[in-house]
């Protein structure tokens, strides 16, 4: 079955700075890898999504780049604010199975001010 | 996108005792889930809730305790039975149409 693995497990980053999420799978079928920003007490949202057949994909200061052949992809975070602290997971599915989502480990993204 | 809400959003249950979450969702969806994320872990799926079908279940997870129903489109619950303090943790309904979204989680204290 799937497996996802996610690093680093922590994150610190200066205000303004970049940060960078990996995640790597093993199932080459998997074709759906969503990201999710967890607040404490609140369910995982949504963040932003991608599909097999693209690249990458870009929605204002997040992105995530895919790469089909290395089964990793990656999420992007330019110009941080502290209220981007938070844990973030990021996911794989086959998506024609109706979800079943493999969640990696999580990322506990700190931005200091 | 679907909105989707959760009952309770929190309890503190004794040992032996069962709770049952309400997962309602604002639109028909076909595909709904429940996950499981334990304290300072990621989620795992518990099983799938199958519209008026018996729901299908993960490895490691069965029937007898965490009973689901799936009685619409647009509802389902799951119960935990006869809980103990390993079961702890945050149990999250999740949707999928376009998009895999979340409902807020309902935080299960086990005493």
């Known amino acids: 079955g799937e497996n996802v693995e996610q690093h680093p497990s922590t994150l610190s980053v200066q205000e303004g700075d970049s940060a960078v999420i990996k995640c790597t799978y093993s199932?080459?079928?998997?074709?759906?890898f969503p990201w999710y920003k967890q607040e404490l007490g609140k369910g995982p949202q949504l963040i932003i999504d991608?599909?097999?057949?693209?690249g990458e994909k870009k929605d204002q200061r997040i992105a995530v780049t895919l790469n089909k052949t290395a089964k990793h992809f990656s999420l992007h975070i330019t110009e941080t604010q502290p209220e981007d602290s938070a844990v973030y997971f990021c996911?794989?599915?086959?998506?024609?199975?109706?979800?079943?989502?493999?969640f990696g480990q999580g990322t506990e993204l700190s931005v200091k001010p | 996108s679907a909105v989707i809400s959760q009952k309770p959003s929190r309890d503190i249950c004794q040992r032996g005792t069962s709770l049952t979450i309400q997962c309602q969702v604002d639109?028909?969806?076909?595909?709904m889930f429940w996950y499981r994320q334990q304290p300072g872990q990621s989620l795992t799926l518990i099983a799938t809730?199958?519209?008026?079908?018996?729901?299908?279940?993960e490895s490691g997870f069965v029937i007898d305790k965490f009973p689901i129903s799936r009685p619409n489109l647009t509802f389902s619950t799951l119960t935990v039975s006869n809980m103990s303090p390993e079961d702890s943790s945050i149990y999250l309904c999740?949707?999928?149409?376009?998009?895999?979204?979340f409902g807020p989680g309902t935080r299960l204290t086990v005493l």
């Open positions: 999740s949707v999928e149409e376009s998009q895999a979204l």
């Open positions: 199932d080459s079928a998997s074709n759906y």
């Open positions: 991608i599909r097999s057949n693209v």
């Open positions: 996911a794989a599915s086959f998506y024609n199975q109706g979800g079943k989502l493999i």
């Open positions: 639109s028909q969806v076909t595909m």
């Open positions: 809730a199958n519209q008026g079908s018996e729901a299908t279940y």
